[in-house]
């Protein structure tokens, strides 16, 4: 019987570890999509950034000449001699664009799934395996103690017949 709960519990440590590594593991289905997610969202912030670059640069472009200059300068305010200018005062200011990036940047790392490495993934494999091993040994156990006492009553031997014809 110990041979057989010793197969048992190595045949259920390497089934769990087999099961918990390809779903949590460091190389497992679920890290793999969250991984495939940040791919997704990496390329999107690539994309968005090459699209502010690429803004960027047609805004040099046109600066460089002499009339974009002076829309430039109108557009932030600047006054050409026969303008009148008047001052607004904001009382909030907006956060620069590169915090809120920062702020994003840390929020989605946070957010990301952690993979179990395989020495946690033994553990948790090897604690099931022993707790099911344990549990059927009982059952085992229990359910031959109520053979024997159930075979001894059906077939009348309980010791208080004596007969000696």
Excluded: H
Aim: charged residues 25%; contains cysteine.
């Amino acid at each position: 019987m110990t041979r057989k709960l010793l197969i048992l519990f190595v045949v259920l440590t390497l089934c769990f570890f087999s099961l918990i590594s390809s779903l949590l593991g460091e190389r497992g289905i679920i890290v793999n999509n969250e991984l495939k997610r940040q791919l997704k969202e990496n390329e999107y912030e690539l994309d968005k950034g090459n699209v502010e670059l690429e803004n960027l640069r047609m805004q040099q472009k046109e600066l460089a000449t002499e009339d974009g200059l002076r829309s430039a300068a109108i557009n932030l305010g600047y006054q050409v001699e026969s303008d009148d200018v008047y001052v607004f005062s904001s009382e909030g200011e907006a956060k620069p664009s590169v915090t809120v990036r920062t702020e994003q940047a840390a929020t989605s790392e946070k957010s990301g799934f952690r993979p179990w490495s395989l020495g946690f993934c033994l553990l948790i494999s090897f604690c099931a395996s022993f707790i099911i091993t344990l549990l059927f040994w009982l059952f085992r156990r229990n359910k031959e103690g109520n053979t024997d006492d159930s075979e001894q009553e059906e077939s009348g031997n309980t010791g208080d017949n004596l007969s000696f014809d």
